[in-house]
């Protein structure tokens, strides 16, 4: 478990909650210090750390600068400019647009969309793996719910519509 605080991060073990490292702020990054756990400072920085590779991935796939950043600021770091992502472009393609649709709404709620995902592999700490969108037609605000079972939909659903109806009047 990684706790962050302004200018340094804690990193606990989750079940007896002991320190096991602490990292640095520096310039927008948590450095890990080798000092405070060996065995989790070697893992981090002496795991595939030469190429920027990893850090690309760890950092969700930023562009080249951050990257550059991190090797200039870590001689353990090697930036790799030939380097290329297969993830990145297909996160960049775009789809065709949907058809127009004739149907209009003139007030929130007149209209409510609702999506099931799930399950995923790695369910939320208290056991979801599913997940359910309700958005509303005319404001397009949305609502994310997390539900361990697709049967909850239902209870979930009818909580969110009773919600709706006493808090602005809507609904029969």
Known sequence: ???????????????PKRMIGMGKHFDGLYY????QNPYLANHIYHTNHHTNKLWHR?????????????AKNN??????????CDICPL???????????EIKTSAPFDLIHCDI???????TH??????????????HFTWVQFIKFK????????????????????GH
Do not use: N
């Open 151 to 170: 049967c909850d939909r239902q209870s979930i659903l009818k909580s969110f519509f009773s919600w709706v109806k006493t808090q602005f009047q809507k």
């Open 117 to 123: 995902w799930g399950p995923h592999t790695h369910p």
């Open 75 to 84: 001689v353990e770091i090697i930036f790799d400019s030939t380097h290329i």
């Open 126 to 139: 208290f056991g979801a793996q599913y997940f359910l969108t309700i958005v509303d037609d005319y404001t």
């Open 1 to 15: 478990m990684v706790t962050f605080y302004p200018d340094f991060c804690i990193v606990q073990d989750m079940d």
């Open 32 to 35: 890990l210090t080798p000092g």
């Open 58 to 70: 760890r950092l969700g796939h930023p562009s080249s600068a951050p990257l550059l950043s991190l």
């Open 91 to 101: 996160e960049k393609q775009t789809r065709l647009p949907f058809g127009r649709s």
